[in-house]
């Protein structure tokens, strides 16, 4: 694609016959009165080539409105009114720094134009307001440049936000999906155990049967009840020597416990997303964080000790499934931290005398320096390997925090541990309540 031509004066560049510094003011007055002129705030004054000053259109005027002075100065010559300091730009000056320099030297109001020269010789007039409106054409071209820019600038954030949303979804849906397989696993080998033992039960139940049913009757013979007797009783000793009977409740107590974990782990997970919620609701931050830890427990328990400090806590209102995801986010980030096995420890407090509730994450992993520290929360910037982390976790949950009027705060000792802290008021304003942002947010993270 060729280059774009910069606009430069020459472009700008009227051809104006300039006066001599000796001709009569009356003269000058009639020069104004031509059609040639009538543009033109100013008429340039030369002799030798080489631009002496300017007489404006309003300097006539002035003088012709005195008492008599058409008559007292209509024949005295144009420098004696001139002024002889004009604004004077290069021909080959750049369109922009010219109009910064007029800009800054023009004399309000506007009576005078500027002269162009080219190495100190008379080239033409330039027209203030012709300057005035290239440069307000320029900038609306920039703007408009500026406007597809953002919107591009937007639609790439967007893309990137989702994509973030994606990353943490399909990791939640993993662990998930993993925590779930666990005791559904142990479900089915039970259910497969207890099938086996109704087979073997059900032989002794007909042979038990069939021994009832020969007592009855009249015209069993000795030999027929006989067989029938034993026939139930090698039934019957087979189902003891099983064990058949002893492990039936407890292989039911632990089907029913695993179909508890399956239970609670989804009522955890609809509390996290909050989908039968409000977009801003009451929320039990100690509940949010116990739905965040279950949502996460598949990556965290083979990193750290959970330590739960819960304090006594006022509702706070927020979109709830947008402070999951940061509690999420911060916890998954504090196991990873950790090289081996560590411990984390959540704390909850009711600040006193004020309307805000704290949540402190702390982990013993490897910490972070200064330098680290100080840019966790900007977009893109991560530690992780190229292609395991796109930078915008923290980023997103800097923001969620921000929009709900809270603070999120990072203490960090490399090779000792981070510790992040949260405090969001227990009660949003108006205008924070009704954020659409906020309300979008929290509506796109559900």
Not at 199 to 222: F, G, M
Not at 401 to 420: A, L, N, Y
Request: glycine share 6%; with cysteine; aromatic share 4%.
């Amino acid at each position: 694609m060729a280059a774009v031509r910069k606009t430069r004066i020459s472009d700008l560049t009227m051809r104006v016959h300039p006066i001599p510094p000796g001709m009569r003011v009356a003269d000058v007055a009639d020069l104004f009165l031509a059609d040639a002129c009538r543009d033109l705030l100013c008429l340039p004054v030369v002799q030798d080539g080489r631009p002496l000053g300017v007489i404006s259109r309003y300097a006539i005027m002035r003088i012709f409105l005195r008492q008599y002075g058409r008559e007292i100065f209509g024949q005295r010559p144009i420098e004696r009114f001139m002024n002889s300091a004009p604004l004077m730009v290069d021909i080959d000056a750049d369109v922009e720094a010219a109009s910064a320099w007029v800009r800054q030297h023009m004399v309000l109001p506007v009576t005078e134009d500027f002269i162009i020269v080219e190495q100190g010789h008379y080239r033409g007039m330039g027209m203030v307001t012709s300057l005035l409106e290239l440069m307000e054409h320029h900038v609306a071209l920039r703007g408009r440049a500026l406007a597809r820019a953002n919107a591009s600038l937007k639609a790439s954030q967007a893309h990137l936000v989702q994509s973030e949303k994606m990353a943490s979804l399909g990791q939640m849906v993993a662990g998930v999906a993993h925590e779930i397989n666990t005791p559904l696993g142990y479900v089915r080998s039970n259910v497969e155990l207890a099938r086996d033992f109704v087979s073997q039960t059900s032989s002794a139940l007909v042979a038990s049967r069939n021994l009832i049913h020969c007592l009855l009757d009249e015209r069993a013979s000795d030999e027929e009840i006989s067989g029938h007797l034993m026939t139930a009783a090698e039934e019957t000793e087979s189902v003891s020597q099983s064990g058949i009977l002893e492990e039936v409740s407890p292989l039911f107590d632990d089907t029913l416990h695993g179909l508890e974990q399956i239970s609670d782990l989804v009522v955890n997970l609809r509390n996290f997303s909050r989908l039968d919620r409000a977009r801003v609701d009451h929320v039990n931050l100690n509940e949010s964080l116990d739905s965040a830890l279950t949502i996460g427990r598949n990556l965290i328990k083979h990193k750290a000790e959970v330590i739960c400090d819960y304090g006594d806590l006022p509702s706070v209102e927020c979109a709830a499934s947008q402070i999951n995801q940061v509690f999420l986010n911060i916890l998954t980030n504090a196991a990873q931290a950790i090289a081996d096995y560590g411990r984390i420890t959540v704390r909850t407090r009711a600040l006193a005398d004020t309307d805000q509730v704290e949540v402190r994450i702390r982990d013993n992993g490897c910490g972070m320096p200064e330098a680290v520290r100080a840019r966790i929360f900007d977009p893109f910037f991560t530690t992780k390997p190229v292609g395991q982390g796109t930078g915008l976790g923290l980023s997103i949950s800097y923001q969620i925090i921000e929009q709900h009027r809270g603070s999120i705060d990072v203490v960090s000792t490399p090779g000792e541990g981070t510790e992040f802290v949260l405090c969001l008021p227990c009660r949003q304003t108006a205008s924070a309540a009704q954020n659409p942002v906020l309300a979008e947010a929290a509506g796109s993270e559900a």
